[in-house]
């Protein structure tokens, strides 16, 4: 993970034994959050907190804590205002509303990286030896508005956003919000999100600082050995590709593919497990570590434990996967972009728009052995539809739509009907 130090030296010491392909099946992260403690995609995530499993966890004497950012509307009176804590938790420190660095609503102020490290490392000082513990830890970092501690602000003062296949490329064959950005980019976009990608690293050098403290506290209370650690983010991101500024809501490689790295018993070091894994497949597989019988809970994800432990090694694997987003847009026109019209948002002032109501879609993604494929469908007037050979197109470049066999691409719609209506084990039936 070069230019985070603890990190890389963790990945070079095999701290972290697998690196898994994952994806986030939903964009934003007040989805990815309902995936990722209820194991359910689609609309199942919006269930009952009870059914979330830190319940099951606490229910089984786990020591449970919470600190960071939770949901977008928590705190407000609608929603339990800021004395609710959700079941399953014996000590909760939520952000109320959306990320922030400072001038948060918690009862102590420091820069709020360092706020949840101190507090998860005063939680692993004062909890009972006699039972097991399970921490939640998610800092806002890299999430705008981007403020670093005082320490980082002037570092990677050098480091460009990535020029990668996709970036400043004309997405002419793609759906309607990816045709309208100008192409090339001007430079003032170019400055903007090369801007944008080092104030990022900056915030994630407190996570750095994190990851360091806890890994020496588990060591010094004698927990490492016995502890799985999951590292992970809740979406992708992009950063100029297809001449796109900065955001997280379409539906390619750049925003729905995720880091995930844990480490743990039995885990097998320096590997990557080339079967993929999803954001509902968290909460099954924390579940299975604690030892709760994974059946017994209504999950649509499945444990992929056995995937990284040799000894375990018996678990299956899903050649496919749906990814969805619902799109969000103002019913008001931009004053800066009266062109465009109502039904828009995420708009930059060279009115390049990064979202609206009709980016909405739903995809299959099929990644195993024999393909690597993607595609889509957009509920829109146009009944657009995008579709990508991944092994010979990484970078999405190409829609090849038209060059498709008409049966395949009718096996794709009705897997992809599927795959929306399904609910847990018949999931894994989808054909």
């Known amino acids: 993970v070069n230019g985070f130090v603890t990190l890389d030296r963790l990945e070079k010491v095999s701290l972290f034994g697998s690196s898994v392909i994952a994806y986030s099946p939903c964009l934003l992260i007040i989805d990815a959050y309902g995936e990722l403690v209820r194991g359910r995609g689609s609309e199942g ?3 009952p907190e009870a059914n979330a499993f830190p319940v099951y966890l606490n229910k089984h004497k786990y020591q449970t804590f919470f600190a960071g950012k939770y949901l977008n509307q928590y705190g407000k009176k609608e929603a339990g205002d800021v004395g609710h804590v959700p079941p399953g938790w014996d000590q909760w420190f939520a952000l109320v509303g959306n990320s922030q660095y400072y001038n948060y609503t918690l009862y102590e102020t420091d820069y709020l990286t360092d706020l949840i490290t101190n507090r998860s490392l005063r939680f692993l000082d004062d909890r009972s030896p006699q039972h097991p513990f399970f921490l939640m830890l998610c800092p806002p970092a890299p999430h705008s508005p981007w403020t670093a501690a005082p320490q980082y602000q002037k570092e990677f003062v050098d480091v460009k956003a990535p020029r990668d296949g996709s970036f400043d490329k004309p997405g002419k064959d793609k759906h309607w919000l990816l045709r309208q950005p100008v192409n090339p980019m001007p430079n003032s976009s170019i400055t903007y999100l090369d801007n944008a990608y080092r104030k990022r690293w900056q915030t994630l050098l407190s996570v750095d600082d994190m990851v360091e403290m806890l890994v020496k506290k588990l060591e010094s209370i004698k927990e490492l050995n016995n502890t799985y650690i999951f590292y ?3 979406n992708g991101y992009h950063t ?3 001449s796109l500024p900065i955001d997280k809501r379409q539906l390619y490689e750049f925003d729905i593919r995720i880091p995930l790295m844990v480490r743990g018993p039995g885990i097998k070091p320096n590997q990557t497990l080339q079967a993929p894994v999803l954001h509902i497949d968290l909460a099954p597989t924390i579940l299975d570590i604690s030892g709760i019988n994974v059946s017994s809970v209504n999950v649509d ?9 040799p000894s375990l090694r018996n678990g299956t694997t899903r050649p496919f996967f749906l990814v969805e987003y619902s799109g969000e847009g103002n019913p008001t026109t931009d004053p800066a972009c009266p062109r465009l019209g109502p039904g828009l948002s995420q708009c930059f002032p060279d009115c390049v728009c990064e979202d609206a109501y009709n980016n909405t879609y739903a995809c299959v993604r099929t990644l195993n052995s024999k393909h690597n494929l993607q595609y889509c469908e957009f509920a829109d007037t146009e009944s657009f539809v995008e579709v990508y050979n991944l092994t010979s197109d990484p970078h999405q470049l190409e829609n090849i739509l038209k060059k498709v066999d008409p049966s395949v691409l009718q096996v794709m719609n009705q ?9 847990g084990d018949s999931c894994r039936d989808v054909k």
């Open 240 to 242: 100029g590709q297809f």
């Open 415 to 423: 897997r992809l009907i599927k795959l929306q209506s399904c609910v």
């Open 301 to 309: 994800g499945q444990s992929f434990l056995s995937q990284m432990a």
């Open 45 to 47: 995530k919006k269930g």
């Open 232 to 234: 992970t983010s809740d």
